[in-house]
Nanobody, 121 residues
Framework: QVQLVESGGGLVQPGGSLRLSCAASGFTFSSFAMNWYCQAPGKERELVATITRTGDITKYADSVKGRFTISRDNAKKTVYLQMTSLEPEDTAVYYC??????????????WGKGTLVTVSS
């Protein structure tokens, strides 16, 4: 079955760093653009970062530009989110998302269960 499993969340102090990982299985990983979303309690889920199939293009929400880096390893079927200079406002559940963008995968969307990141002193 399709699985997206996030890991790497936890408690970190302001200014600290954390690396999230999302391991994919059950689908053709290289045919999907990958995204990271975050959702704080009581708020809408928001796009944090996106990366194309081959990793040649990345885009970020304005709030994380210069601090977060999205990357992927298609051989390992894993997408990462390297977070630095973390702020309390970054506290949220972070979700991995896959979107099919090839002709045979258009319309396919998958979500992970999320991993909690708490930034607090």
């Amino acid at each position: 079955q399709v699985q997206l499993v996030e890991s790497g969340g936890g408690l970190v102090q302001p200014g600290g760093s954390l690396r999230l990982s999302c391991a994919a299985s059950g689908f053709t990983f290289s045919s999907f653009a990958m995204n990271w979303y975050c959702q704080a309690p009581g708020k809408e889920r928001e796009l944090v970062a996106t990366i194309t199939r081959t990793g040649d293009i990345t885009k970020y929400a304005d709030s994380v530009k210069g601090r977060f880096t999205i990357s992927r390893d298609n051989a390992k079927k894993t997408v990462y989110l390297q977070m630095t200079s973390l702020e309390p406002e970054d506290t949220a559940v972070y979700y991995c998302n896959a979107v099919g963008i090839t002709p045979s995968t258009l319309g396919m969307k998958y979500w992970g269960k999320g991993t909690l990141v708490t930034v607090s002193s």
